[in-house]
């Protein structure tokens, strides 16, 4: 078919031109004597998107769920209890991935459509006073339900209960597009991957670390190989890596890093909630409801939407799929063929969106669900102009 293929699902995410034409080059050496020129500043500029100035961060040629394998291997031992919430399909991928290292999980069930539940954290902290719990883990931003998550309040419960446990966060589908901060919130552990806010392909795990879990993982930790810490710090402080690094991926974030550091980690976060408000003025106008449940737990980078009931949401996939070339995310285990989303993360804009949009609007209709055609990419529209004109004025 003629024209752009749409691509918005929640990771991987749209490549800008300059991403896709940094990677475009020979394979280069990567023992050459100049790469450590390349490599030193790179590992330098990622922690700024971490915000993770005394740490250090681990580019693993593995996805972002190799970046969460690190840091439990290296971290924490067998038989370590960690707390745990699970509210959707990454959250429970993540603890299901820590009983299999065979962490002692308490795991906190909660409905989807919420997120980490910062009262029930506060309580199992207080009452734990012999400090079992070793690590208090947070998915950030639960992309399956478009979830947000509040990380400082996790850290405000640890300190209000004194406690000295290490702080893991999943931030695959939040850092670098949603305000993260790991050393103001004290995160020791903060996991990403390239395919999302990174706008790279699929291929790097990022694990930004603190110094107390690099401490942690000194005087512990499972058995590892692949992601040890140690083989990792020990080629990568004199500029190269234990295993062959994905270098084209690298140079890929050389200009990744160079597009966010131009325009800004908080203009960023600023144009994604702009974009997410306008699919939510969309959602609000067609009569639908999002998987989230109330307004604190709006995810900036991703919108799950509910189906009406007698609709399969994997339907209005496939039909924005087929008939007007557009990738939107099906809904994952249990709120399969009940929900779809709408990634909005990366590199993308208002049009781009409106876009999005239109194809779901006609995708909807087609499936039989009774809106009016227009009136969410209307309501977009208009929250996008007025957004924008008040900015233009703003700037005059
Ligand atoms: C995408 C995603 C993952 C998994 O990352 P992969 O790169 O697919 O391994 C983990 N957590 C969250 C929140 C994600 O969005």
Not at 6 to 30: C, K, S, W, Y
Request: aromatic share 10%; with cysteine.
């Amino acid at each position: 078919m003629a024209g752009f293929n749409h691509l918005f699902i929640p990771g991987p995410t749209n490549i800008p031109e300059q991403v896709r034409q940094a990677m475009n080059l020979p394979m280069e050496d990567m023992r050459a004597p100049n790469f450590p020129e390349f490599t030193k500043p790179l590992f330098e500029d990622i922690k700024r998107v971490f915000k993770n100035e005394t740490g250090r961060v681990f580019i693993y040629p593995s996805s972002g769920t190799g970046a969460w394998e690190a840091a439990i291997e290296n971290v924490l031992a067998p038989g370590d209890r960690v707390l745990m919430s699970r509210f959707g399909q990454f959250s429970l991928l993540w603890a299901d991935m820590a009983e299999r290292f065979g962490l002692d999980v308490d795991l906190i069930d909660c409905e989807w459509g919420t997120g980490v539940p910062l009262e029930l954290y506060a309580e199992r902290l207080a009452a734990d006073t012999s400090h079992r719990i070793k690590a208090v883990f947070a998915t950030h931003n639960e992309t399956a339900t478009g979830v947000t998550s509040d990380v400082a309040g996790v850290r405000a419960a640890l300190d209000a209960a004194k406690h000295p446990a290490l702080l893991f966060v999943d931030g695959v589908s939040s850092i670098g597009s949603i305000d993260f901060r790991q050393q103001e919130w004290g995160v020791d552990c903060a996991v990403s991957g390239s395919q999302k806010g990174f706008m790279l392909p699929a291929g790097l795990g990022f694990l930004s670390v603190s110094p107390k879990a690099l401490a942690a993982a000194r005087s512990g930790g499972h058995r590892r190989c692949f992601f040890s810490f140690e083989d990792m710090i020990k080629a990568n402080d004199v500029g190269y890596f234990p295993y062959t690094p994905a270098t084209q991926l690298l140079r890929g974030l050389r200009a990744s890093l160079d597009l966010i550091a131009d325009e800004g980690l908080e203009a960023i976060f600023i144009r994604h909630r702009r974009l997410a408000e306008g699919v939510r003025s969309a959602v609000n106008a067609w009569g639908l409801r999002l998987c989230a449940k109330t307004p604190k737990w709006h995810s900036d980078t991703v919108s799950a939407i509910h189906v009406p009931d007698g609709i399969n949401s994997d339907e209005v996939v496939k039909c924005a799929y087929y008939r007007y070339q557009t990738s939107l995310g099906v809904g994952l285990n249990k709120v399969a063929g009940k929900v779809f989303r709408i990634g909005h993360l990366g590199w993308l804009n208002d049009v781009m969106v409106c876009g999005a949009l239109s194809a779901v609007e006609m995708a909807l209709i087609d499936c039989g669900v009774r809106i009016q055609s227009g009136s969410g990419v209307g309501a977009a529209v208009d929250y996008f102009q007025r957004s924008r004109a008040s900015t233009v004025a703003r700037a005059a």
